[in-house]
């Protein structure tokens, strides 16, 4: 049961271009989602994140788009940097204003993005 | 920065023993979570912990799991009596407030290799 989906495994992108990364969920009661980046060996590190309410989010280099009547979500990482190389990871939750929702968040696969000199 | 670290690092055991992972969250963070990621599988939600009980826990946390948090600093994971498939990276997390609107923050993980 995917309630959260990446599609694309992988992904490369050349260096200073823009990398998109997207993300698809399927349980309507999700309110929150975040994108965390993950090296070998590492735990996952939170990138950023947005609010149902919101429709975009941006932090520098990254900004996050949500479109609810989709259910899609997607990271764009402009300019893309050789320490953008890592498997991003998309993730969701819900209750946070609704209360009495789950604690846990949903992950998906995992996308593998891979910036090319 | 403050992190969220995890011991040990890579952990080995035979089928059938207990083992204990041990995580120190966040100094000021409330919410602590247990995650596991299977090798080539996703990341995936054992537990929740909040004043000192179990919030939220998923399918996965059967009755062979148990999580306490002894002091004020640790929060541990005690997996029984260990199965192969228990073999997985486990990541433990934690957040100043409850889901929805706090960031989890998660540590470097611990390998648990069952034999």
């Known amino acids: 049961d995917q309630q959260v989906k990446q599609n694309s495994p992988s992904l490369s992108v050349q260096e200073g271009r823009i990398s998109i990364l997207n993300c698809d969920y399927t349980n309507s009661m999700f309110d929150y989602f975040l994108w965390y980046k993950k090296y070998p060996a590492e735990g996952p590190t939170f990138l950023i994140s947005i609010s149902s309410i919101k429709d975009k989010n941006e932090d520098g280099r990254f900004t996050v788009f949500l479109n609810k009547s989709a259910k899609h979500l997607s990271l764009h990482i402009v300019p893309s940097q050789p320490g953008d190389s890592a498997v991003y990871f998309c993730a969701a939750s819900w209750g946070g204003y609704s209360g009495g929702g789950a604690d846990g968040l949903t992950f998906g696969k995992g996308t593998h993005l891979i910036i090319q000199p | 920065e403050p992190e969220v670290t995890q011991t040990p690092s890579h952990q080995v055991t035979q089928m059938g023993q207990e083992v204990i992972l041990r995580c120190v969250p966040i100094?000021?963070?409330?919410?602590f979570y247990w995650y596991r990621q299977i090798l080539g599988q996703k990341v995936e939600f054992l537990v929740s912990f909040y004043n000192n009980e179990i919030s939220e826990k998923s399918e996965i946390f059967d009755d062979q799991f148990s999580v306490e948090r002894p002091d004020g600093s640790n929060f541990t994971l005690k997996i029984r009596s260990t199965k192969l498939e228990d073999s997985a990276m486990y990541f433990c997390?934690?957040?100043?407030?409850?889901?929805?609107?706090?960031?989890?923050?998660f540590g470097p993980g611990t390998r648990l290799t069952v034999l």
């Open positions: 997390a934690s957040s100043e407030g409850s889901h929805g609107t706090d960031t989890q923050y």
């Open positions: 100094s000021n963070h409330l919410y």
